[in-house]
């Protein structure tokens, strides 16, 4: 009886020890993978982050060529749609505001709501759409359109302040820009008789950062807009002057929005707002600051143009010193020996003489 409690305890007592033993192994042993494949799950993400921005900005750049920066085609917008929820399904959100500062090109726009998801356009089945004149029409101003969001960061504020949305057109200067297939008796004519060369007109905005958690939020009200024009007549500006500025009271109270940033990096931008029934998505390229670089350029080869005036200018010095100090010297010094030389050559046949 002794011997069967014994047993029945020792065996009780190594069941007890053997589960234990094993789950402190395989704790263990996760640690150690985890710990090993940090790397390489980072690594993953980063790519999987980098494949979707790549495939977000080949699909928005291929449908701004097709359709232009605002898409009303369904398919266009359910494609940029997808593509952007991606992205956002595989990035992490930033919260520094700061990321949001500097100049957004807008690449593509798109809105929707309940009752445009009902109505469902297929710009492929308007013919006059995408062949002719209309196309002609739509490409052009496709590349003379250009929108850009500038985002300000105030000193005094700490925060972003202002936010402006500048519409840039440029117009062309022939008919024939707009229609290809002319009679050639009108395709060179003139559209652009005052020679504007670029309007814009800028959306001021006040801006304010209500939060940057679970994303980014931020807060605008319009306060002015101002036209500015340049142009090559003698009437214009070439760098542009602003020929109109009309001041928007109660901004704050009738003109008021916001937007949310999803996605922000040092190259892209991911928006999106909501303006009563209607969802907006946007997504903007970090502008090329190519202006400043062209001025460093342009102040080196003025430096390298000084340098070599110094260095002309020193050459000169050389060469007057060398001929107000240096040759009359010279001259001198022949003068005089030629001098000496003739004395002793004449004196000494006197002398034999007498």
Not at 168 to 191: E, G, R
Request: charged share 35%; aromatic share 6%.
């Amino acid at each position: 009886m002794k011997l069967l409690v014994l047993s029945s305890l020792l065996f009780s007592a190594s069941a007890f020890v053997v589960p234990r033993a094993k789950t402190f192994s395989s704790s263990a042993l996760f640690a150690d993978v985890s710990e090993e494949n940090a790397g390489t799950v980072t690594a993953d993400v980063e790519k999987s982050v980098d494949d979707a921005k790549e495939e977000l900005l080949k699909v928005a750049m291929d449908l701004k060529d097709q359709y232009g920066v605002l898409l009303i085609d369904s398919k266009a917008k359910e494609s940029f749609a997808e593509a952007v929820k991606k992205l956002e399904s595989v990035a992490e959100v930033s919260s520094e505001s700061k990321d949001l500062v500097g100049d957004w090109t807008l690449v593509c726009s798109s809105s929707s709501s309940a009752a445009t998801e009902k109505l469902k356009i297929d710009t492929s089945k308007f013919p006059f759409f995408n062949e002719g004149p209309v196309k002609d029409i739509k490409n052009t101003l496709n590349d003379s359109i250009e929108v850009t969001q500038r985002i300000k960061f105030g000193e005094e504020s700490n925060s972003i302040d202002k936010i402006d949305h500048i519409v840039a057109y440029k117009p062309p200067s022939q008919l024939s820009s707009f229609v290809s297939n002319l009679p050639d008796a009108i395709k060179d004519l003139d559209i652009n008789p005052l020679k504007v060369s670029d309007t814009k007109v800028v959306l001021k905005h006040k801006a304010e950062v209500e939060g940057v958690v679970p994303v980014i939020k931020t807060k605008l009200s319009l306060e002015a807009v101002v036209v500015n024009v340049a142009g090559e007549s003698k009437n214009l500006e070439p760098s542009g002057a602003d020929v109109l500025g009309i001041n928007i009271p109660f901004g704050e109270y009738l003109n008021a929005g916001s937007f949310d940033t999803t996605y922000v990096d040092e190259s892209m931008r991911i928006s999106r707002s909501k303006t009563g029934p209607v969802d907006q998505l946007r997504l903007f390229v970090k502008a090329v600051e190519a202006t400043e670089d062209e001025e460093v350029v342009e102040d080196d080869d003025d430096d390298e143009l000084d340098d070599d005036e110094i260095v002309e200018d020193d050459d000169d010095d050389e060469l007057a010193e060398e001929e107000t100090e240096d040759s009359p010297i010279d001259a001198e010094i022949v003068e005089s020996d030629d001098d000496d030389d003739d004395d002793e050559v004449v004196e000494p046949p006197s002398d034999i003489e007498n």
